[in-house]
């Protein structure tokens, strides 16, 4: 790559980053020339922190950056080497679930190009990364790499067990965005780089899926908690306004029609004074899911004036009531899942999350917080670790509340695979797919009463 055309990809990078509202003036365009002088081009990811570092202004705008930056500067120029002849697929998962199970980002890297040229092209010369994961299905290697792994000696038990399939989930979903960014690469080189970067879907802090969120992902999203609470608040009131206005009384609106010759000019409404609603969260606190109940009970406390009373229980297996950490937990929301594990009775023997003596126990223990004014949303994957689901107890919630809602923060092609209880409670209750913080806006804006 010659230096002339580093500088044209230096300057087609900061263009196509302003066009996705990042802004970028005269200084930091030298400071990223610059960098790219001092840096070089052997290696790509010191590269892509150099430029980051002159362009950008936080870190949130990195959802923003990393998509571009793999169309401009490409781990290859052209279509990456790959051995002749067929790729075989069972040869190809069986290579990947060793690279999940070692975490061998490299390998991961090299087996999504290997992909997307076997399995993604189609006829108009195109690429498609979903008709190759479509192809290579890594979401059910699940298993299998489990097994692996506590066959070579790897933690036992349902907590553990349960951690590390959190993780191989998270490794597969870098894989399936390996495959994302490999195909997007590819028809960038055909229908070019510049069109192919104002198309770029950005993956902003509202598009992040909750269960595959890092750390800096979870804390991006808890910084929009505040931003997302006012708009909210705004529609709900705004609901509240037209709720209250009522509908027509027609005995009085006939009775005031006599004065105009029985034509009803005036329509009298029978107003409405509706009392604010309560709320009550159940929350699962345990494994990746723990990201989005946090998430949720912050922008819950966000949004307390909206409502006459909330409480909020979290539950691995046991579970307790924790309204006060998440009001003490808005100065400090980083620290809120610390907060709860330590201050909160979530757990009792064991550590795996177990639906049916949770939900059991808060029949048992807090039934008197559900009142026929009182709106029930439940968070969590309904995964039960193959224990009693206990479903009369969640109807017996549903029996006493004005309404319950389920939200489910794994995809609902997941739902009643291995040990996900969901179909069975979605016989209850309402359940709801709710993966990102826009699908939980949405949802909440439509389902919280008012």
């Given at each position: 790559m010659?230096t002339?055309?580093?500088?044209?990809?230096?300057?087609?990078l900061?263009?196509?980053?302003?066009?996705?509202?990042i802004?970028?003036?005269t200084?930091?365009?030298?400071?990223?020339a610059q960098?790219?002088?001092?840096?070089?081009?052997?290696?790509?990811?010191?590269?892509?922190e150099?430029?980051a570092?002159?362009?950008l202004?936080?870190?949130?705008?990195?959802?923003?950056?990393?998509?571009v930056?793999?169309?401009?500067f490409?781990r290859?120029?052209g279509?990456p080497?790959r051995?002749?002849?067929?790729?075989?697929?069972?040869?190809l998962r069986?290579?990947l679930a060793?690279?999940?199970?070692?975490?061998?980002?490299?390998?991961m890297s090299?087996i999504?190009?290997?992909?997307v040229?076997?399995?993604?092209?189609?006829?108009?010369?195109g690429?498609?990364s979903?008709?190759?994961?479509?192809r290579l299905?890594?979401?059910?290697?699940?298993?299998?790499?489990?097994?692996s792994?506590?066959?070579?000696g790897g933690?036992?038990?349902?907590?553990?067990?349960?951690?590390?399939?959190?993780?191989?989930?998270?490794r597969?979903?870098?894989?399936?965005?390996q495959?994302?960014?490999?195909?997007?690469?590819?028809?960038?080189e055909?229908?070019?780089t510049?069109?192919?970067?104002?198309?770029v879907?950005v993956?902003?802090?509202?598009?992040?899926?909750?269960?595959?969120?890092?750390?800096?992902q979870l804390?991006?999203?808890?910084r929009?908690?505040?931003?997302?609470?006012?708009?909210?608040?705004?529609?709900?009131?705004?609901?509240r306004?037209?709720?209250?206005?009522?509908?027509?009384d027609?005995r009085?609106?006939?009775?005031?029609s006599l004065s105009t010759?029985?034509?009803p000019?005036?329509?009298?409404l029978?107003?409405?004074r509706p009392?604010?609603p309560?709320?009550v969260?159940l929350c699962?606190?345990?494994g990746?899911?723990?990201g989005?109940?946090n998430?949720t009970?912050l922008?819950v406390?966000?949004l307390?004036?909206e409502?006459?009373?909330?409480?909020v229980?979290?539950?691995?297996?046991?579970?307790?009531?924790?309204?006060d950490?998440?009001?003490?937990?808005?100065?400090?929301?980083?620290g809120?899942?610390?907060?709860?594990?330590t201050?909160a009775?979530?757990t009792g023997w064991?550590?795996?999350?177990d639906?049916?003596?949770?939900?059991?126990?808060f029949?048992?223990?807090y039934?008197t917080?559900?009142?026929p004014?009182?709106?029930v949303?439940?968070l969590?994957?309904a995964?039960?670790?193959?224990?009693?689901?206990?479903?009369?107890?969640l109807?017996?919630?549903?029996r006493?509340?004005?309404?319950?809602?389920w939200?489910?923060?794994?995809?609902?092609?997941?739902?009643?695979?291995g040990d996900s209880?969901a179909?069975?409670y979605a016989?209850?209750?309402?359940?709801?797919?709710?993966?990102?913080a826009r699908?939980?806006?949405?949802l909440?804006?439509?389902?919280l009463?008012?």
């Amino acid at each position: 790559m010659s230096t002339e055309s580093v500088a044209d990809r230096v300057t087609s990078l900061v263009r196509a980053l302003r066009t996705h509202g990042i802004r970028i003036g005269t200084g930091e365009s030298v400071d990223a020339a610059q960098a790219v002088a001092a840096l070089g081009l052997d290696h790509r990811e010191h590269l892509r922190e150099g430029l980051a570092a002159a362009l950008l202004h936080d870190q949130g705008q990195r959802a923003v950056f990393d998509p571009v930056f793999d169309l401009y500067f490409p781990r290859e120029v052209g279509a990456p080497e790959r051995p002749r002849g067929e790729v075989d697929r069972d040869e190809l998962r069986e290579r990947l679930a060793r690279a999940l199970a070692a975490n061998d980002r490299a390998a991961m890297s090299r087996i999504a190009a290997e992909a997307v040229d076997r399995f993604g092209g189609y006829d108009a010369g195109g690429f498609s990364s979903m008709q190759t994961l479509d192809r290579l299905r890594p979401q059910t290697l699940l298993a299998g790499i489990m097994a692996s792994m506590r066959g070579q000696g790897g933690g036992s038990g349902a907590f553990t067990d349960r951690i590390e399939a959190d993780e191989i989930r998270r490794r597969i979903e870098e894989f399936r965005e390996q495959v994302r960014s490999e195909a997007r690469r590819r028809v960038a080189e055909r229908r070019g780089t510049d069109e192919m970067a104002r198309r770029v879907p950005v993956l902003t802090p509202d598009r992040t899926v909750f269960l595959y969120a890092g750390k800096e992902q979870l804390a991006e999203l808890r910084r929009t908690v505040h931003p997302l609470a006012r708009k909210l608040a705004t529609r709900l009131a705004a609901r509240r306004r037209r709720a209250a206005r009522g509908h027509i009384d027609l005995r009085r609106t006939l009775r005031g029609s006599l004065s105009t010759g029985g034509v009803p000019m005036r329509p009298v409404l029978r107003r409405r004074r509706p009392a604010r609603p309560e709320l009550v969260l159940l929350c699962d606190v345990s494994g990746s899911v723990a990201g989005f109940a946090n998430f949720t009970m912050l922008l819950v406390q966000a949004l307390h004036d909206e409502f006459s009373k909330v409480r909020v229980f979290a539950f691995v297996n046991r579970i307790d009531e924790v309204t006060d950490l998440i009001a003490r937990g808005t100065a400090d929301p980083e620290g809120l899942g610390e907060r709860i594990a330590t201050e909160a009775t979530v757990t009792g023997w064991h550590g795996s999350s177990d639906y049916g003596s949770a939900l059991g126990e808060f029949v048992e223990r807090y039934e008197t917080a559900v009142t026929p004014r009182t709106s029930v949303f439940v968070l969590g994957d309904a995964r039960t670790n193959q224990m009693d689901p206990n479903v009369p107890a969640l109807r017996r919630i549903a029996r006493s509340a004005r309404r319950v809602h389920w939200l489910n923060p794994e995809a609902r092609s997941q739902w009643d695979t291995g040990d996900s209880a969901a179909g069975a409670y979605a016989e209850v209750v309402a359940m709801h797919e709710c993966r990102t913080a826009r699908q939980l806006s949405t949802l909440v804006g439509r389902l919280l009463p008012v």
